[in-house]
T-cell receptor, first 116, second 112 residues
Framework: AQKITQTQPGMFVQEKEAVTLDCTYD???????LFWYKQPSSGEMIFLIY??????QNATEGRYSLNFQKARKSANLVISASQLGDSAMYFC?????????????FGTGTRLKVLA | DAGVTQSPTHLIKTRGQQVTLRCSPK?????VSWYQQALGQGPQFIFQ???????QRGNFPDRFSGHQFPNYSSELNVNALLLGDSALYLC???????????FGPGTRLTVL
């Protein structure tokens, strides 16, 4: 069975500093996708970044990068130059790409607080 | 902008009642999924609709049912509401040729 583990319930980071949010996953599938979403207190899940299991390079989207280590089954999110608006819940998710469905498995999330 | 709209924003019901939640994806997004997010938890997959058919279902009872319309919009129906159904219900949409789902703002359901 697929599983996502986020071991950091909460994190603090100083404004303008970089922060890494941890995510490990478990799957027996060869083709899968890994995602990070941001959820502010308003509730909407905002897509941040995607990494396919066959992508050789780590994904980057602006200040977000995904540190993908396939052998260790980890997909950590790195946020550079943190801003106060980055304070939110962050969820790591996985999709079984070979199944053709959009069933995502989510972790329990990490609450990030950016300090001024 | 994910372009996914959901209605209503908030809803309060009592046990035993029935509720219908609505979702409209943005143009070109033909696959719609529904998720339930209890307080302090990650979202849990309820089911996915494509071409007006339920394609996959998560571990939810038959009280949860859905529908997809020809314009790709979707409804989630929950019958015989229980207190434990109180949650944020998120709709997610994707173009079937892509990997990424985009979520709507959610409907917060409270069951008293």
């Amino acid at each position: 069975a697929q599983k996502i583990t986020q071991t950091q319930p909460g994190m603090f980071v100083q404004e303008k500093e970089a922060v890494t949010l941890d995510c490990t996953y478990d799957t027996s599938d060869q083709s899968y996708g890994l995602f990070w979403y941001k959820q502010p207190s308003s509730g909407e899940m905002i897509f941040l970044i995607y990494q396919g299991s066959y992508d050789e390079q780590n994904a980057t989207e602006g200040r977000y990068s995904l540190n993908f280590q396939k052998a260790r089954k980890s997909a950590n999110l790195v946020i550079s130059a943190s801003q106060l608006g980055d304070s939110a819940m962050y969820f790591c998710a996985m999709r079984d790409a070979s199944s053709g469905t959009y069933k995502y498995i989510f972790g329990t999330g990490t609450r990030l607080k950016v300090l001024a | 902008d994910a372009g996914v709209t959901q209605s209503p924003t908030h809803l309060i019901k009592t046990r035993g009642q029935q509720v219908t939640l609505r979702c409209s994806p943005k143009s070109g997004h033909d696959t719609v999924s529904w998720y339930q997010q209890a307080l302090g938890q990650g979202p849990q997959f309820i089911f996915q609709y494509y071409e007006e058919e339920e394609r996959q279902r998560g571990n939810f009872p038959d009280r949860f049912s859905g529908h997809q319309f020809p314009n790709y919009s979707s409804e989630l129906n929950v019958n015989a509401l229980l207190l434990g159904d109180s949650a944020l219900y998120l709709c997610a949409a994707a173009a079937s040729s892509t990997d990424t789902q985009y979520f709507g703002p959610g409907t917060r359901l409270t069951v008293l």
